[in-house]
């Protein structure tokens, strides 16, 4: 153990009886479930039975009463410090005096956030001498909307404070038009058409969603752009904004995104295509000027390796 960890024991109250493991170090640390899990798959939560016996325990397994854990708690750096690094890859689309629209990469978060260790929109803007608002967490400063991490393209982050506050307006009352690009497995049937299904978390996996009855309210519109066979471009407009909504909505529709592979994609289909992530790019963003109120549209181009997996289609060599 390194001189940074700290050592702590524990026997398990009444109440945290039959728990999973992850609950019931985040009760007893008083910290995140997510943080406790993160714990659990380091090896860092340990049952002690009989005789000293040590099992590690994995974060779904089951405690009971009375049980001895013994907890190595890693001295970490603050998750949600802005860390200032340069993205080579993450390109000005427009730079005004009240926003600045981006092209994400492939790979970048947007904000930084626990169990999150690479690059970051607001660390690779800071890098390179941006002043961005100050509004809403710390953390998430200019931050009005977000990308997936295996998502790329066009993004606004608000400059001002007055920036800030129109542009979460707008994306709260649903007046930005949000366009994205995917290409979906197989041709949706119909070919234009409207998806409106519930979606809330996973009720089997941490960190994926579904479609589910009591999930909030989700929109997506679509059209089918080209059709190859094993494969469609379409053009998505989305209504509302919920995580992984395109993703899980395709899914859903049993045409998930091309390299998906957490929401059903074909291994096969990815490998042909050269995919490492799902195809899927923030295509076009539009919306009102925070001061001169003129209708400002950005288009963001496809990155190279969507553009190799499109051509390979295209060209029938996929």
């Not at 994205?180 to 299904?197: C, F, K, N, R, S």
Request: charged letters at 25%.
């Amino acid at each position: 153990m390194s001189a940074a960890a700290a050592l702590q024991q524990f026997d398990l109250p009444a109440e945290l009886a039959g728990e999973r493991a992850d609950t019931a170090v985040a009760q007893l640390l008083g910290m995140s479930r997510s943080a406790a899990a993160l714990l659990c798959s380091e090896g860092n939560v340990v049952l002690v039975g009989r005789g000293d016996r040590l099992t590690v325990l994995r974060k779904a397994d089951r405690v009971q009463e009375g049980a001895r854990l013994r907890l190595t708690v890693p001295e970490r750096p603050d998750p949600l410090a802005i860390v200032v690094e340069p993205v080579d890859d993450l390109k000005i689309l427009l730079d005004d005096d009240e926003f600045v629209a981006i092209d994400k990469p492939v790979g970048v978060a947007a904000h930084p956030s626990p169990g999150w260790v690479g690059p970051t929109v607001v660390g690779a803007l800071a890098a390179a001498g941006y002043r961005i608002s100050t509004s809403g967490a710390a953390e998430r400063a200019g931050i009005v909307h977000r990308l997936d991490v295996g998502t790329s393209g066009v993004m606004v982050v608000a400059k001002t404070e007055h920036a800030y506050t129109l542009l979460k307006r707008a994306f709260k009352e649903r007046t930005v038009d949000k366009v994205y690009h995917a290409v979906v497995q197989g041709l949706p049937d119909p070919l234009e058409g409207t998806i409106d299904a519930p979606i809330g978390r996973h009720p089997g996996y941490d960190w994926r969603f579904a479609v589910i009855e009591d999930g909030r309210p989700s929109v997506t519109h679509y059209e089918v752009l080209e059709a190859f066979g094993k494969a469609s471009l379409v053009e998505v407009h989305l209504e509302t904004g919920r995580t992984h909504q395109i993703r899980v909505h395709f899914s859903a529709l049993r045409h998930p995104c091309a390299g998906d592979l957490t929401y059903g994609a074909d291994p096969r289909l990815a490998a042909e295509l050269g995919l490492t992530r799902q195809w899927l790019h923030a295509r076009e963003l539009s919306f009102d000027h925070p001061r001169s109120g003129e209708r400002v549209n950005v288009v963001s181009e496809y990155p190279d390796d969507l553009n190799y997996a499109l051509t390979a289609l295209r060209n029938g060599t996929a």
